[in-house]
């Protein structure tokens, strides 16, 4: 027996192992752990969808450019955020926008037990409804990640799981500028391949309330005006999985 070679092949097939967990797990448009929302099959939709608000200035402004150009986005809220601007909440959910559940504290749910990922379900559809007055259908993972217990509780809440498939990578310090670009290189993507775009941008920031989010106000402000009348603006349930 060649034992090296034995080991070697171990090691490399755990190795495949672990990365495609991770695949499955944290990748935005893998479908293996269960059906989630990416996009539709028009090149010409897309979808701006904005996490981890509300965010106070940044939430507002956003509210303004979207009225402007009469286009309505997805806006996916952290739960303990919700509790302290609820009045923003009501907001955004009467200009017409969809809101939806990014749970309560942000973590990875890939690696959090069965009870916590429940918890943080729960008690950000109660923190919504509790604004709102009105039911919370959609559900979007922290970083993507999940499982397929995780897909199955939101499920059991009556959450439909959205991922997406474009990213303007905007959580760090940036610009417009740079956001659009990472956007359109998606979007081109997308496109070739037939598919609409489900846009990843960020009012807020799970750290904090009042997390700077300029570059990305202004990113949406410049693809609303490039786009306008080119392609149509939906929110995710448009889409169904």
Same mark, same amino acid.
């Given at each position: ?30 479908? /293996? ?19 981890? @608000? ?34 923003? !909440?009501?907001? !955004? $959910? ?15 749910? +890939? ?56 990213? @303007? ?9 740079? /956001? +659009?670009?990472?956007?359109? $290189?998606? /979007? ?5 391949? @037939?598919?609409?775009?489900?846009? +990843? ?8 309330? @009042? ?12 693809? +609303? ?17």
């Amino acid at each position: 027996m060649n034992v090296p070679l034995t080991a070697a092949s171990a090691a490399a097939a755990i190795g495949l192992g672990v990365g495609g967990y991770f695949y499955a797990g944290m990748w935005p448009t893998s479908q /293996i752990f269960g059906r989630a929302v990416v996009a539709g099959h028009d090149p010409a939709e897309f979808a701006l969808t904005y996490d981890d @608000g509300p965010n106070d200035r940044c939430t507002e402004e956003l509210l303004e450019i979207l009225a402007r150009h009469e286009v309505r986005a997805t806006f996916f809220m952290i739960g303990r955020f919700v509790r302290e601007r609820g009045a923003l !909440v009501r907001r !955004v $959910r009467a200009a017409g926008h969809l809101v939806a559940n990014h749970t309560f504290t942000h973590p990875v749910l +890939l690696f959090e037990k069965h009870a916590k990922v429940r918890e943080e379900l729960a008690s950000t559809n109660a923190a919504l409804e509790d604004a709102l007055g009105e039911r919370v259908t959609h559900f979007r993972p922290p970083h993507g990640a999940r499982r397929p217990d995780v897909l199955r509780a939101a499920r059991e809440m009556g959450l439909t799981p959205v991922l997406w498939n474009a990213m @303007g990578y905007d959580w760090k310090p940036t610009t417009g500028d740079a /956001i +659009l670009a990472n956007l359109d $290189r998606s /979007i081109a993507r997308n496109q070739r391949r @037939g598919r609409g775009s489900n846009l +990843l941008l960020h009012d807020g920031g799970q750290a904090s309330i @009042g997390q700077d989010r300029k570059a990305s106000v202004r990113a949406t402000e410049m693809l +609303l005006e490039r786009e306008r009348g080119r392609v149509r603006f939906v929110t995710v349930d448009a889409w169904q999985a």
